[in-house]
């Protein structure tokens, strides 16, 4: 079973940045599309962006589109997800998955669209 491990959270004020973190395990993790998620107080866990398995593409929600960038690097079998000029509508848990398609990663939609996550790392973002 994959395990996941976020990091990278933490408290920042609007326009700032924070680089987020997750090492996969248990899963071959350079032949998988990886993606990151989040879910904001009271609402659905939500698709943010996810890259193909060399890297070169990727996918981003309109939301984030221009101000968040995914990477990944194969060797430390982790994958990042950058965030910049950061609006207090970002303030969520966010989490990373993996999947053998990027498409999968990308349409999913709630805690069931996967069988595991990590237990998330929390950005909050003040005005």
């Known amino acids: 079973q994959v395990q996941l491990a976020e990091s990278g959270g933490g408290l920042v004020q609007a326009g700032g940045s924070l680089r987020l973190s997750c090492a996969v395990s248990g899963r071959t993790f350079s032949a998988s599309a990886a993606g990151w998620f989040r879910q904001a107080p009271g609402k659905e866990r939500e698709f943010v962006a996810a890259i193909i398995r060399g890297g070169g593409s990727a996918y981003y929600a309109d939301s984030v589109k221009g101000r968040f960038t995914i990477s990944r690097d194969n060797a430390k079998n982790t994958v990042y997800l950058q965030m910049d000029n950061l609006t207090p509508e970002d303030t969520a848990v966010y989490y990373c998955?993996?999947?053998?398609?990027?498409?999968?990663?990308?349409?999913?939609?709630?805690?069931?669209?996967?069988?595991?996550w990590g237990k998330g790392t929390l950005v909050t973002v003040y005005s």
């Open positions: 998955n993996v999947a053998e398609e990027l498409h999968t990663l990308v349409v999913a939609r709630g805690v069931g669209s996967f069988d595991s």
